[in-house]
């Protein structure tokens, strides 16, 4: 009886409710459910064997007359080992943190050699390390959810777990829980005390790696020098620096040679497990986990049309809204674009037209970016689930506004900073995915996307870095990367790379993924979508979106992959068939223009393309 309050307040959830059928299964998730309800309000040691189910089979029209029982607790008091009482409900007394526990030691209940255990209490948690702490105190503490003198609730616990793993500071998390002396207790409310076992990873890490890349369907061979501090000011920052080093070669006649694209980079991140304000935000972060993320990048590409520098920096914050959501803001991103070394063909193909040629001149972008994640995919669970990435971004409001405050006077038309010209435009896009989950091996994922990007005030073109393109393994298969539209322009056959950009996207994707034999797994697909311009400076024939045109305007490659599975990496191929290409003249389905082989196109990869 201690339990029927809080048993029929929640009826509302039961998955039992007259007119369904008769299903043990569906029996079985009850009692997890009211097992899990029980461990959230107190009930430590309650477990689902308390829970009986009771089915009348005589009432005749195949309908079942069903029990439910909830038993009493049974447990030692007053010296009996298995007296039968109501069901304790627990608080919390104490909590211990081990900083330095080690499993081996452990095991043979050896201190190791040359440590001493020392203890001190930090916001009524006791801690105990040695030497010094390897985590500051406030950091771990604002990562454990379960609080002294509150009733035991399993959720607090989850997201402890979740929490100090995601510091990724710690090789092991352990939480376990001690029941205080209670044999002797006739009150229903008992005492447990929490004990957290953490045993710290190494705090820095060299590696030097090869590795072989696909950018777009183009292979080729990279090093990596990378070095890593997870501890970087003792408040669990994990600082990454890398040196990186590729060269590229495709199929293409101009670049079977290796090496005819060139990158070299460097980059440094840091990640801070918190929001860095100058004001309090410890309950932000005990409700939301808050993250702080700092990069500085520099990265030089030679291309078999130009040459060309980027250098980036980025401040911004992730944080969950729920277990399925997750938001990041950037209110600092600076992008600085410098082009050298452009070859003549290609300099003439893009000043064909004045739109192209200003989106690959010299440029600063100074952008504010927020994206929302939503993904319920369960990992331990064959069920099916949605992915949801919406995002938005706006550059250069802020520098025109400084601008405007303080009448800077234009250079050709133009504001600039640092000799750039910077600039000025709104970008944003969705990308919505279902996994549809037939078995343990098939399923089918729909996806569709859409992205638009308009440039204003003192740009006329979106920069190329932020344009769409299509084509290649992660969009329309049958289409080689930037090789498809914008629209139903046709892009320079003799043109050296193919390089078919635009300032808005359209795309769906339907694939069936089923299981072959060994490692081998196979997909069936269909493509369809296009880039487009959205601007009327972009004077490409059949490039410009229009409403009453557009879907006359849809490309459609259908096909089949096979994908190898190794575990720890998937290998893909797929084969993509023109069924529809927008930029022929005449018939546009299944087109062959004189020789089938001009329809096929075969796209590599890792891991699944969406």
């Not at 929490?163 to 002396?181: A, C, E, M, P």
């Not at 674009?337 to 440029?363: C, G, M, R, W």
């Given at each position: 009886?201690?339990?029927?309050?809080?048993?029929?307040?929640?009826?509302?959830?039961?998955?039992?409710?007259?007119?369904?059928?008769?299903?043990?299964?569906?029996?079985?998730?009850?009692?997890?459910?009211?097992?899990?309800?029980?461990?959230?309000?107190?009930?430590?040691?309650?477990?689902?064997?308390?829970?009986?189910?009771?089915?009348?089979?005589?009432?005749?029209?195949?309908?079942?007359?069903?029990?439910?029982?909830?038993?009493?607790?049974?447990?030692?008091?007053?010296?009996?080992?298995?007296?039968?009482?109501?069901?304790?409900?627990?608080?919390?007394?104490?909590?211990?943190?081990?900083?330095?526990?080690?499993?081996?030691?452990?095991?043979?209940?050896?201190?190791?050699?040359?440590?001493?255990?020392?203890?001190?209490?930090?916001?009524?948690?006791?801690?105990?390390?040695?030497?010094?702490?390897?985590?500051?105190?406030?950091?771990?503490?604002?990562?454990?959810?379960?609080?002294?003198?509150?009733?035991?609730?399993?959720?607090?616990?989850?997201?402890?777990?979740l929490?100090?793993?995601?510091?990724?500071?710690?090789?092991?998390?352990?939480?376990?829980?001690?029941?205080?002396?209670?044999?002797?207790?006739?009150?229903?409310?008992?005492?447990?005390?929490?004990?957290?076992?953490?045993s710290?990873?190494?705090?820095?890490a060299?590696?030097?790696?090869?590795?072989?890349?696909?950018?777009?369907?183009?292979?080729?061979?990279a090093?990596?020098?990378?070095?890593?501090?997870?501890?970087?000011?003792?408040?669990?920052?994990?600082?990454?620096?890398?040196?990186?080093?590729?060269?590229?070669?495709?199929?293409?006649?101009?670049?079977k040679?290796?090496?005819?694209?060139?990158?070299?980079?460097?980059?440094?991140?840091?990640?801070?497990?918190?929001?860095?304000?100058?004001?309090?935000?410890?309950?932000?972060?005990?409700?939301?986990g808050?993250?702080?993320?700092?990069?500085?990048?520099?990265?030089?590409?030679?291309?078999?049309?130009y040459?060309?520098?980027?250098?980036?920096?980025?401040?911004?914050?992730?944080?969950?809204?729920?277990?399925?959501?997750?938001?990041?803001?950037?209110?600092?991103?600076?992008?600085?674009?410098?082009?050298?070394?452009?070859?003549?063909?290609?300099?003439?193909?893009?000043?064909?037209?004045?739109?192209?040629?200003?989106?690959?001149?010299d440029?600063?972008?100074?952008?504010?970016?927020?994206?929302?994640?939503?993904?319920?995919?369960?990992?331990?669970?064959?069920?099916?689930?949605?992915?949801?990435?919406?995002?938005?971004?706006?550059a250069?409001?802020?520098?025109?506004?400084?601008?405007?405050?303080?009448?800077?006077?234009?250079?050709?038309?133009?504001?600039?900073l640092?000799?750039?010209?910077?600039?000025?435009?709104?970008?944003?896009?969705?990308?919505?995915?279902?996994?549809?989950?037939?078995?343990?091996?098939?399923?089918?994922?729909?996806?569709?996307?859409?992205?638009?990007?308009?440039?204003?005030?003192?740009?006329?073109?979106?920069?190329?870095?932020?344009?769409?393109?299509?084509?290649?393994?992660?969009?329309?298969?049958?289409?080689?990367?930037?090789?498809?539209?914008?629209?139903?322009?046709?892009?320079?056959?003799?043109?050296?790379?193919?390089?078919?950009?635009?300032?808005?996207?359209?795309?769906?994707?339907?694939e069936?993924?089923?299981?072959?034999?060994?490692?081998?797994?196979?997909?069936?697909f269909t493509?369809?979508?296009?880039?487009?311009?959205?601007?009327?400076?972009?004077?490409?024939?059949?490039?410009?979106?229009?409403?009453?045109?557009?879907?006359?305007?849809?490309?459609?490659?259908?096909?089949?992959?096979?994908?190898?599975?190794?575990?720890?990496?998937?290998?893909?191929?797929?084969?993509?068939?023109?069924?529809?290409?927008?930029?022929?003249?005449?018939?546009?389905?299944?087109?062959?223009?004189?020789?089938?082989?001009?329809?096929?196109?075969?796209?590599?990869?890792?891991?699944?393309?969406?």
């Amino acid at each position: 009886t201690a339990l029927t309050s809080l048993v029929m307040k929640d009826t509302v959830n039961s998955l039992i409710h007259p007119g369904i059928l008769f299903d043990a299964d569906v029996l079985q998730d009850e009692r997890l459910r009211l097992e899990t309800l029980m461990k959230s309000n107190g009930y430590y040691s309650f477990v689902k064997e308390y829970i009986f189910f009771f089915a009348d089979t005589t009432l005749g029209n195949f309908g079942v007359s069903l029990q439910v029982e909830i038993r009493n607790y049974v447990g030692p008091l007053d010296g009996n080992p298995s007296a039968e009482q109501p069901h304790p409900r627990y608080r919390i007394k104490d909590i211990f943190v081990n900083t330095d526990y080690d499993p081996q030691a452990n095991a043979t209940k050896q201190i190791p050699e040359g440590k001493t255990f020392q203890t001190s209490i930090y916001d009524s948690i006791h801690f105990i390390y040695t030497g010094k702490f390897y985590i500051k105190p406030k950091i771990i503490n604002e990562a454990i959810y379960i609080q002294r003198g509150k009733y035991y609730n399993i959720n607090d616990v989850d997201k402890s777990y979740l929490h100090l793993s995601g510091l990724r500071t710690y090789k092991f998390v352990d939480i376990q829980f001690d029941s205080v002396d209670n044999s002797k207790v006739h009150s229903a409310d008992r005492w447990l005390n929490c004990i957290i076992r953490l045993s710290p990873m190494n705090k820095q890490a060299f590696s030097v790696s090869v590795e072989g890349t696909n950018s777009s369907g183009i292979f080729g061979v990279a090093g990596n020098m990378s070095y890593s501090h997870k501890n970087f000011f003792r408040g669990a920052e994990i600082m990454d620096i890398s040196l990186k080093g590729g060269i590229e070669g495709g199929k293409e006649s101009y670049l079977k040679q290796i090496g005819s694209i060139l990158e070299l980079g460097a980059t440094g991140n840091l990640r801070i497990p918190k929001f860095w304000l100058p004001f309090h935000t410890e309950q932000f972060i005990k409700k939301f986990g808050p993250k702080t993320n700092i990069s500085v990048a520099y990265n030089f590409q030679r291309r078999p049309d130009y040459t060309r520098t980027i250098a980036n920096t980025s401040f911004g914050y992730t944080w969950k809204g729920n277990k399925y959501l997750t938001h990041t803001v950037n209110p600092i991103e600076l992008n600085a674009v410098k082009l050298f070394a452009i070859t003549d063909t290609f300099k003439s193909l893009i000043n064909e037209n004045p739109y192209l040629a200003y989106a690959y001149q010299d440029h600063f972008v100074s952008v504010a970016s927020y994206t929302l994640v939503y993904n319920n995919q369960k990992l331990t669970k064959f069920s099916d689930y949605m992915f949801f990435r919406f995002n938005f971004e706006s550059a250069g409001n802020f520098l025109r506004g400084m601008n405007n405050l303080l009448h800077t006077t234009q250079t050709n038309g133009t504001y600039r900073l640092f000799g750039l010209e910077y600039s000025q435009f709104l970008r944003s896009e969705f990308d919505i995915r279902y996994f549809k989950v037939l078995n343990k091996t098939d399923r089918v994922v729909f996806r569709f996307f859409a992205g638009a990007g308009v440039p204003y005030g003192n740009s006329k073109a979106i920069p190329f870095e932020k344009q769409y393109f299509s084509g290649g393994f992660n969009s329309i298969r049958a289409w080689a990367p930037r090789e498809l539209g914008p629209g139903s322009y046709r892009t320079n056959q003799s043109a050296q790379f193919p390089n078919s950009t635009g300032d808005m996207k359209l795309e769906a994707n339907v694939e069936y993924r089923f299981k072959l034999f060994w490692i081998l797994e196979g997909a069936l697909f269909t493509d369809a979508g296009n880039i487009w311009a959205i601007t009327r400076n972009d004077d490409r024939p059949g490039a410009l979106f229009q409403w009453n045109s557009f879907l006359n305007d849809i490309a459609v490659g259908t096909g089949f992959g096979l994908r190898f599975d190794f575990s720890f990496f998937i290998f893909a191929t797929d084969f993509g068939f023109k069924t529809r290409d927008p930029s022929v003249t005449g018939s546009k389905w299944f087109p062959n223009e004189g020789k089938w082989t001009n329809s096929f196109t075969i796209n590599l990869g890792i891991g699944y393309p969406f």
